[in-house]
């Protein structure tokens, strides 16, 4: 456990602060002027409840669509909404298969440089089609 960072009160704000600088950065890197942020179950990997909700409540406040579901993963989740994106930024391999030709997944490389992938990039990258991804990470993942 690390030590916290910021502290207001007697709550840690550390998780908060940085995903809202986090969110602020890709926001300016990528030029989003509006969006949905999903928090979904898998954020419970990373996150504990009173963090997500914080986060929550905060983009709220801040004007931003927020999708929060304990028990859908963000698959399920971008499944539902994908049809409305024209772009889907993520660190999740499983998203790619919603990219085609007029909707790029976009993935952090490193700091303000991402890579974007159309339904040819995930084929030029993978050797395979967008929605063969599931089946895909399932047989080369460990």
């Known amino acids: ?37 999903v928090i979904s179950r898998d954020c419970r990997e990373v996150a504990n409840e009173q963090d997500i909700q914080n986060v929550g409540g905060l983009l709220k406040e801040l004007g931003v669509s927020v999708v929060i579901s304990e028990k859908s993963s963000a698959v399920d989740i971008c499944h539902k909404y994908a049809f409305k994106a024209g772009a889907i930024y993520t660190e999740n391999d499983a998203l790619l298969q919603f990219a085609s030709d007029n909707r790029n997944i976009v993935k952090r490389k490193a700091r303000s440089e991402y890579e974007f992938f159309d339904s040819d990039a995930v084929k030029r990258k993978y050797g395979i089609e967008p929605n063969k991804m599931a089946t895909f990470l399932a047989l080369t993942s460990s």
């Open 1 to 37: 456990m690390s030590a916290p960072l910021l502290i207001a009160g007697s709550n840690d704000n550390t998780f908060v602060y940085g995903f809202l600088r986090d969110f602020l950065l890709l926001r300016n890197d990528l030029r989003i002027n509006a969006g949905i942020v």
